[in-house]
């Protein structure tokens, strides 16, 4: 939408790993006002939603991210799997997988977002 950016991780931790984004820039999660908040969290539920019934993930992690004045402030979601060796935090740092194409996965997940 105007505020908002998803998509999906092209080099993922794990399938359906997916950045979601203020467009606004913004150097830290601490200068998003009210409003900002309002907007940005609706989009981070419906996602995380359309990827556990997707990908049917047991959960979905979520992260944000700023790299400073240069990088937008983003928010990671990556899926954990029933069956995933790695838990916790550790699945930040779990070592990415192989480029993914994600074609047909983007159309079902905008048809589960709407």
């Known amino acids: 939408d105007d505020t908002t950016l998803c998509l ?3 080099f993922p931790r794990n ?3 997916t950045i979601v984004m203020v467009k606004a820039h913004y150097d830290d999660i601490s200068q998003l006002d009210s409003e900002a908040m309002l907007n940005i969290y609706p989009v981070i539920h419906r996602t ?3 990827l556990k019934t997707h990908f049917h993930a047991e959960k ?3 992260c944000t991210m700023c790299d400073g004045k240069k990088n937008h402030l983003h928010y990671q979601l990556i899926p954990r799997y029933e069956d995933d060796a ?3 935090s550790r699945l930040f740092t779990k070592e990415r997988l192989q480029m993914v194409d994600y074609d047909d996965d983007v159309i079902a997940l905008k048809q589960l977002m709407k």
Do not use: P, S
Request: aromatic share 6%.
């Open 86 to 88: 790695i838990r916790g």
């Open 60 to 62: 979905v992690y979520l």
């Open 15 to 17: 399938a359906g790993h």
């Open 8 to 10: 999906l991780e092209t």
């Open 48 to 50: 995380i939603d359309a």
